[in-house]
């Protein structure tokens, strides 16, 4: 977790985000960039409101934001290569899968028995 950081803060004070390929082959990318706001005075009601939305991206990466998800956006980037695989492996396999956003399983009497992936 301390290395995955610090690669992450030192990225970030270059305005560059960790990435990396997945197992599957998929680009993963841990992007935070300051956001361009802009500000809006509507009235809703008779009452004045200041609404803020986000307009767009910064080329100036959040150098704390991204230091704090590096690793666990890793981890997940692992989780769902893993569940991706397993997921290729059951339909080739012909074993119905189920999956949960990360979490998956195979009904009692579907997987053959002693079957070898």
Do not use: Q
């Not at 995955?4 to 990435?19: C, H, P, Q, T, W």
């Not at 680009?27 to 009601?45: A, D, I, N």
């Not at 934001?65 to 980037?77: C, D, E, F, M, W």
């Amino acid at each position: 977790m301390d290395f995955l950081r610090d690669v992450a803060a030192l990225l970030s004070e270059e305005n560059k985000s960790l990435g990396w390929i997945a197992p599957t082959g998929f680009p993963w990318h841990s992007r935070y960039h300051k956001l361009e706001k802009k500000r809006t005075e509507v009235t809703v009601g008779g009452k004045r409101h200041v609404c803020t939305r986000v307009t767009g991206e910064r080329p100036e990466v959040r150098v704390d934001k991204a230091t704090r998800s590096a690793a666990p956006n890793v981890i997940h980037g692992l989780d769902a290569a893993h569940m991706h695989l397993v997921a290729s492996r059951s339909e080739a396999a012909r074993i119905p899968f189920v999956g949960v956003h990360d979490c998956f399983g195979f009904r009692a009497g579907d997987p053959p028995r002693g079957a070898r992936w």
